[in-house]
């Protein structure tokens, strides 16, 4: 005895065509997505990417206060405390900061924005600012750092010069990145 056939009665998978390697292509909500949709989804997933990329550069750079501080009190590991700047800066957060760039572009024609936006040129300006700060004269001080570190001259005027100018570069990076981040928040019109 077979079971009566009810109309408006939902067809199971099987019914269908569909599982056991019978799929359509067109049974998959991918598929379905339009050229819209696929690049609004595109700009969302750029869009986490870039602010993701900015929490790792900007969180990785802000504990370097805390490495200073924790060399200061405890002499004795000084070296090991600019090498774990060092690693930081190199491994975690210039590559963080490439991503962001890179990321920032592709949002800007993504997301139709104007590239001659006063917003944009400034947020750039002041991107490019800190990437020439930060390779131009942080990296180069930072090696000299653990240079004399490694020596065990950490007591010596030349360190004491170093490490002043050294802490001297995190606040006007702190304020120059500020300023990015008003542009990208904000967007103001200039």
């Known amino acids: 005895m077979s079971r009566p056939h009810h109309e408006g009665r939902r067809q199971g998978r099987r019914a269908r065509g569909v599982g056991r ?6 049974d998959h909500a991918w598929v379905r997505l339009g050229a819209v949709e696929l690049m609004a989804f ?3 997933l750029m869009k986490f990417i870039h602010i993701a990329a900015a929490i790792v550069a900007v969180g990785s750079n802000i504990t370097y206060g805390v490495w200073n501080a924790l060399g200061a009190r405890e002499p004795a590991h000084v070296s090991f405390m600019l090498k774990g700047i060092k690693f930081l800066d190199d491994r975690i957060a210039n590559p963080s ?3 962001l760039f890179l990321t920032g572009l592709l949002l800007v024609f993504i997301g139709h924005w104007s590239i001659t936006s006063l917003w944009i040129i400034v947020a750039i300006v002041l991107f490019v600012a800190v990437a020439v700060i930060g390779f131009g004269v942080f990296s180069p001080l930072l ?6 570190a490694d020596a065990g001259d950490t007591s010596s005027p030349e360190f004491t010069r170093l490490s002043r100018r050294s802490r001297m570069l995190g606040p006007i990076l702190g304020v120059i990145v500020i300023g990015i981040l008003v542009m990208m928040v904000f967007k103001p019109a200039l």
């Open 21 to 26: 390697g019978r799929e359509r292509p067109e």
């Open 97 to 99: 900061y490439g991503v």
């Open 143 to 148: 090696k000299d750092q653990i240079r004399l």
């Open 42 to 44: 595109f700009y969302t």
